[in-house]
């Protein structure tokens, strides 16, 4: 009995047909998770796929709509604002590394609104709060504020944030 993975030709097989290697590597990267385009187009890249074969590939993937940049945006931003507490400048630092388009980009992140975007920053200092009860107050507003910059929140937003849970502290 053959199975699908055994009949995949090899990407490091130097003899083996680069459309079957191109469609192999992104098949192979999509089964684990989302990918980008031009995540998939590095990878065959860095496997020394030809520009115009990962192209087409890259192409009727895109038709049968196995790679969707759009789709991904979105779900990248709801996943990693809602799990992680990201705020938009975060967001849209880490879909530019993945190659997501700037518009494509622009319009996934304009979907978490400040509101959003202020109660994430809210729930994360409420969250690190209770680990600080022994801190004094300046050190508990630097350690939370700098935790908010990490997370993409600016420095308005952080402040404001910080001072509103420290002053509702019993």
Same mark, same amino acid.
């Given at each position: ?10 990407? *490091?097989?130097?003899?083996? @047909?680069?459309?079957?290697?191109? !469609?192999?590597? #992104?098949? &192979?990267? $999509?089964?684990?998770?989302? +990918?980008?385009?031009?995540e998939l187009e590095r990878a065959m890249a860095r496997r020394d796929v030809p520009s115009d074969v ?18 991904? *945006?979105?779900?990248?931003? @709801?996943?990693?604002?809602?799990? !992680?507490?990201? #705020?938009? &400048?975060? $967001?849209?630092?880490?879909? +530019?590394?993945?190659?997501?388009d700037e518009t494509v980009l622009r319009d996934a992140v304009a979907t978490v609104s ?35 910059? &990490? ?20």
């Open positions: 009995m053959t199975t699908e993975a055994s009949e995949a030709p090899d990407p *490091a097989d130097p003899d083996a @047909d680069p459309e079957s290697v191109a !469609r192999t590597i #992104a098949l &192979r990267m $999509l089964e684990r998770q989302p +990918r980008t385009r031009l990962a192209a087409a590939v890259l192409d009727r993937f895109t038709e049968v709509g196995l790679i969707d940049d759009e789709a991904f *945006a979105q779900a990248w931003v @709801d996943s990693r604002h809602r799990g !992680r507490g990201l #705020a938009k &400048r975060a $967001l849209s630092a880490e879909l +530019r590394r993945r190659g997501v400040d509101d959003d975007e202020r109660a994430a920053a809210a729930a994360l200092v409420e969250r690190k709060l209770r680990t600080m009860s022994s801190l004094p107050r300046d050190v508990r507003m630097r350690r939370l504020v700098g935790m908010l910059g &990490r997370k993409g929140f600016g420095s308005g937003v952080a402040l404001s944030v910080v001072r509103e849970a420290l002053d509702n502290l019993p």
